[in-house]
């Protein structure tokens, strides 16, 4: 099991029972704050807090995701995952170009990860219901 024991893992809250398998982030001093992206058992979740009021971490079920994609940028990187009812996109911050190719790297990282549980047919476990 992956551990959610640093900032802003610390703000994310799973379902009982949802165990966490993958996870990134980029946690560089003079950002001051970092995105992060979580891999569940049934969701990914999204961490932006770009806009420190509104930062909360987005829940995407597993089962309605229908395509997820890096889109590579100069100034902005971005991870797009769709859904059956719209999309949601992740956007890292413009730093210098060793962040931010770690940035890529934590993108392309969670655009396999994804995909794969998704292409071999890991369980996912809806809220509400018993296995």
Known sequence: M???????????????????????????????TSYGIVL??????LYAPFWLSFARWRRIPLDEIQSIEFKDSRLCPRLIVEMRHGREVLRTPLDDREEMDYDRENLRNAVVNVTEQLA????????????
Not at 2 to 31: C, I, M, Q
Not at 121 to 130: I, K
Request: no cysteine; hydrophobic share 35%; glycine share 8%.
């Open 2 to 32: 992956v551990a959610l024991d640093s900032y802003p893992f610390t703000k994310l809250r799973l379902a009982v029972g949802e165990v966490p398998r993958w996870k990134a982030h980029n946690p560089t001093f003079h950002r001051g």
């Open 40 to 45: 569940s058992d049934r969701a990914v979740y």
């Open 120 to 131: 071999a047919g890991l369980p996912v476990t809806r809220e509400g219901t018993s296995r």
